[in-house]
């Protein structure tokens, strides 16, 4: 079983569609006890363990190995696929994976947390156009 939690630019269907194009079973859900920061430079997120925080994000289930194979090309060497349980908005508990952003780079986060809102509105934009190539 495949299931991958997004909680940053794969959340949009305008990216999702780019990098996969199988359609999924998806819900909302929230991942406890990590947190989004900004990137210097970049408008899309890193996830980084964090007691006492929680990512809200969305839960796609049962992916083909060929599809997470893509997302493990777009996500690229910033990021290692991690097991974790995610939360559905029921409280069932999901085993599932997930893109950290991999401590090595630590060096290019910001303290500041990721901006949903702002990606949403602006950042998009800007994403796909610089990555258009995935």
Request: aromatic share 14%; with cysteine.
């Amino acid at each position: 079983m495949n299931n991958i939690f997004v909680y940053g630019s794969l959340m949009f269907a305008p990216v999702w569609d780019r990098i996969i194009a199988n359609h999924y079973q998806k819900c909302e859900a929230h991942l406890h006890g990590f947190k989004r920061l900004s990137i210097k430079n970049e408008v899309y997120p890193a996830l980084v363990k964090a007691h006492e925080h929680s990512v809200s994000g969305v839960l796609i289930f049962d992916l083909r190995d060929s599809d997470l194979a893509s997302l493990d090309q777009f996500e690229g060497d910033y990021y290692q696929r991690t097991p974790v349980q995610v939360e559905d908005k029921n409280g069932t508990l999901h085993l599932s994976d997930v893109y950290l952003f991999d401590q090595q780079y630590s060096h290019l986060l910001l303290d500041s947390e990721w901006d949903l809102n702002k990606f949403s509105q602006t950042g998009i934009d800007e994403f796909l156009s610089h990555y258009a190539g995935f």
